[in-house]
């Protein structure tokens, strides 16, 4: 693979780096603004970052907590596992998922997080994109009385079905959503006792078309060689951002901020290592408990992640772009949410032969499969997934065990040996394809 | 009971546990042979609307994994080790070849390890129809009825598609009148059992219910009519044995030595034992339109199980109904080993157990496991500290 020189820094490079320090800093903001609600008593909707019902929420000015960011946050802050045996001791099974666990010590400890006191719950919306988040949102009812609304978006029936607008099944499905949504409505004008504004809904939904347009925009600049960042490095704080302040107008703004400092990076050659010897095309979630090192096992080879299924489905499905009609708000919402949940489903159900192509359209060398035990949603079919992209599609894999934030589920020295295997492998591989075509 | 009567009974019995326990799917064959060209269609626990495809000339399959009556040799590289044993024996199953026989795979929504069958059935077998039902999950919407008839609809569809047989409204009423039928039958078998559980063991009841599962329901019906006639007038005589509710069982099955090894020192008067085929709990009626009846039933006339989520039947309080009218004493609360929702549900009945101060013991247990003898202390110690309490 040729890799681009590097041109002369220019007078732009200020921007370098933006992304990652804007997205730190507006964290820190969101986590202020929930303690605070905490305090005040503002109405917070718990939510989960695959079908935040954002728009709607946004609209009706809740606050919104992710259970899944504050988990992970605990285990980069290295003391997920203190949360976690306040809930094994408190009944639940080491068997469980250590998200749910870390989020339960964490309630079963007043919600004192490591970046802040988080508020109660004033509403929940769980959609079924992963069945846990039912599980999940039950204990919240259970702990607080709260409101709880299921948002149910069918998903891809099997392999080689396909729905779209104007489909009879398409539409009894967008029914049912927009029928759903209503009455989410209805439950947040009560939970609030404000009416509904079309136009609040009109303007997150937006700002949501901007921050669809240029994330799916940046993700592509990722196809450029050498990748302007690292998918499962900073691509992770991008993703970030795309919950935490989907359909706002910081949210929008700091999306074209990170598109424009992705554009100058590919102007001027710049990728995330001194050298890119191999592209990896990632599946499954990072490990948040050991986040430098896993990286590092990849970087000290010259690997980089260009693209991630991660940041598909847990970034909002945002991935491919979003253009809400704001003519017709609720049954566009309807409309998108489902495409965008049915493709989110699809990247964990049904991916492989959407795998094959991102792996060519990114010019990847190979995938990393990183099962995590606590999420079956998405490590259930990896193995398989692997198998078949080998066997069908000719490309390497690499299939990983360990956790997300449960830190006991790691062994950096087993990580180490498959890694340095997989790579030697794929180094003898490009080895001969160059000599391939040398001949 | 005369001899012969007893003898019969137990045959019976013995029969459906032979049927349940045997991974060749002996009746599922015999069927395919009297039914030459007929299409076998399998669908994954919990909950499956079996009318639509009978009404289809299918035979509705179960599948509901393998127990410890084979090795998931190949299932285990398919995958990984934090995947439940149902999942993996149901899937060493077709790639055995021992479920060769189907032309259809069916999951519903009722966990992400199910969902993610269908996507690992439809890479391996890409000549069988491999879908999810989504069955609503969102079961408070006013809107979800509505959905799920269209999904039955779609069903409906996708099963004529595959027998090449369109159905009419006459052969869904006539199919539902059967299953109508089954679950009538499937309730008086509960109520012996919870009425009389010294004359019908749980591991019987069981089997026989199960049964069901592997052969057309027509055939399980009379088989049912026949044993509930016997089972009455059994000799057996009221014994010192705690009564208990199991709960835990409504997606893989614990082995029945598990099963055998609870009821040899209780009476287990309830239980969520293959809930699916009793999910219903009322007739399914006719106003006309029988998919939009399925749907109905299913969302409004039916039982509870921790993977659904519906405001008007909070589990706890469902878990505490079905304890109290059974008579129980106790409860077994037992968990799927990896099973999420089984092992959160867990948490949440423990506690309002405690509450209660009703007496209950946790379980995990595996389908495949084989060694009981902790297990059985466990249990006999439970028993005694209720028993001497």
Redesign the interface.
């Known amino acids: 693979m040729s890799v681009k020189q590097a041109t002369p820094l220019s007078p732009r490079d200020e921007i370098l780096g933006r992304g990652r320090r804007e997205g730190n800093r507006l964290f820190k903001e969101w986590y202020a603004a929930l303690h605070t609600a905490a305090e005040t008593g503002e109405h917070t909707a718990y939510v989960f970052v695959m079908g935040s019902a954002a728009e709607i929420l946004k609209a009706f000015d809740f606050h919104l907590s992710f259970p899944e960011i504050n988990a992970l946050q605990t285990a980069v802050r290295k003391v997920s596992l203190e949360y976690l045996n306040r809930a094994e001791d408190?009944?639940?099974?080491t068997?469980?998922?250590a998200y749910?666990k870390a989020d339960v010590g964490m309630h079963l400890d007043e919600r004192r997080h490591p970046n802040g006191r988080l508020p109660r719950p004033s509403l929940v919306v769980a959609t079924?994109m992963?069945?846990?988040y039912?599980?999940w949102?039950?204990?919240w009812e259970?702990l607080y009385g709260c409101p709880?609304?299921?948002?149910?978006l069918?998903?891809?029936?099997?392999?080689?079905?396909s729905s779209q607008p104007g489909d009879e099944?398409f539409e009894?499905?967008r029914?049912?959503v927009q029928?759903?949504l209503e009455?989410l409505i209805e439950l947040c004008e009560t939970v609030t006792g404000r009416p509904f504004q079309v136009d609040r809904l009109r303007e997150s939904m937006a700002n949501v078309n901007r921050t669809a347009a240029d994330w799916s925009a940046v993700l592509r600049l990722n196809q450029n060689v050498p990748a302007p960042f690292n998918a499962m490095g900073d691509g992770l704080t991008y993703m970030g951002m795309l919950s935490a302040y989907r359909g706002t107008e910081t949210g929008a703004r700091y999306m074209a901020d990170l598109r424009e400092e992705m554009e100058h990076r590919v102007a001027v050659g710049l990728g995330t290592l001194p050298e890119e010897r191999f592209r990896l095309h990632a599946v499954g979630t990072a490990c948040y408990s050991n986040f430098r090192r896993f990286l590092e096992l990849f970087a000290d080879w010259g690997a980089v992640f260009v693209n991630s299924e991660y940041l598909a489905y847990a970034g909002g499905g945002l991935d491919r772009g979003i253009q809400f009609d704001l003519e017709r708000p609720l049954e566009s919402l309807a409309e998108q949410l489902l495409l965008t949940g049915q493709r989110s489903?699809s990247n964990?159900?049904?991916?492989?032969d959407q795998l094959a192509d991102t792996v060519r359209d990114w010019k990847a060398d190979g995938i990393v499969y990183h099962?995590v035990?606590s999420c079956?949603?998405v490590?259930?079919?990896?193995?398989?997934?692997r198998?078949?992209l080998i066997r069908q599609r000719g490309v390497p894999a690499l299939f990983l065990?360990s956790d997300m934030v449960d830190p006991r589920l790691f062994s950096e020295a087993q990580f180490k040996n498959r890694i340095d295997a997989f790579f030697e492998a794929l180094g003898a591989r490009k080895l001969a394809a160059a000599r391939g075509v040398a001949r | 009971m005369g001899v012969a009567a007893q003898d019969r009974l137990a045959e019976v019995v013995e029969s459906c546990r032979d049927l349940v326990e045997d991974m060749t799917f002996p009746s599922v064959r015999r069927w395919q042979q009297e039914h030459p060209g007929g299409q076998v269609l399998g669908h994954f626990q919990v909950y499956f609307p079996e009318e639509i495809a009978h009404a289809a000339g299918m035979l509705p399959v179960k599948i509901m994994g393998a127990g410890g009556r084979i090795e998931a040799k190949q299932a285990d590289s398919h995958i990984g080790s934090f995947v439940c044993s149902i999942c993996r024996t149901s899937l060493e199953l077709g790639l055995s070849g021992r479920a060769g026989f189907l032309g259809g795979f069916y999951t519903p929504p009722i966990c992400d390890v199910a969902r993610n069958l269908a996507g690992i059935w439809g890479r391996n077998f890409p000549d069988q129809t491999a879908r999810i039902l989504y069955l609503p999950q969102n079961a408070n919407s006013r809107h979800a009825v509505t959905y799920l008839r269209e999904e039955y609809a779609r069903l409906a569809r996708d099963v004529e598609r595959m027998t090449g047989r369109a159905m009419t409204e006459t052969d869904l009423r006539r199919s539902i009148a059967v299953y109508n039928e089954n679950r009538r039958l499937l309730r008086d078998l509960y109520r012996l059992k919870r009425e009389t559980p010294w004359l019908l063991p749980t591991t019987e009841a069981y089997v026989l219910a199960a049964a069901g599962s592997l052969m057309p329901r027509e055939e399980h019906n009379r088989l049912l009519a026949d044993v509930l006639e016997l089972i009455p007038a059994r000799s057996g005589r009221k014994q010192d044995r705690v009564r208990v509710v199991f709960e835990g069982g409504f997606c893989e099955q614990p082995p029945l030595d598990m099963l055998q090894l609870i009821e040899e020192a209780c009476y287990v008067v309830d239980d969520d034992l293959l809930i699916g085929l009793r999910w219903i709990i009322e007739d399914v009626p006719d106003s006309g339109d029988a998919l939009f009846d399925l749907a109905q039933s299913y969302l409004d006339r039916s039982s509870y199980t921790c993977i659904q989520h519906d405001e008007r039947k909070p589990k706890e309080a469902m878990l505490l109904r079905r304890f109290e009218e059974s008579g129980a004493e106790a409860v077994i609360l037992a968990a799927a080993k990896m099973c999420e929702p089984g092992m959160d549900e867990q948490v949440a009945y423990q506690r309002v157990l405690d509450e209660r101060r009703i007496p209950y013991l946790l379980l995990e247990f595996e389908e495949k496991m084989t060694g009981f003898e902790r297990m059985r202390m466990e249990v006999e110690t439970f028993v005694e500290s209720i028993l001497f309490d």
């Open positions: 408190y009944g639940y099974s068997d469980v998922c749910v079924n992963c069945n846990t039912v599980k949102v039950e204990i259970r709880v609304f299921v948002l149910d069918p998903g891809q029936r099997g392999i080689g079905w099944g009894a499905d029914r049912y029928g759903q009455e489903m964990m159900f049904f991916s492989q099962a035990k079956r949603t490590s259930t079919g990896m193995a398989d997934s198998e078949y065990e």
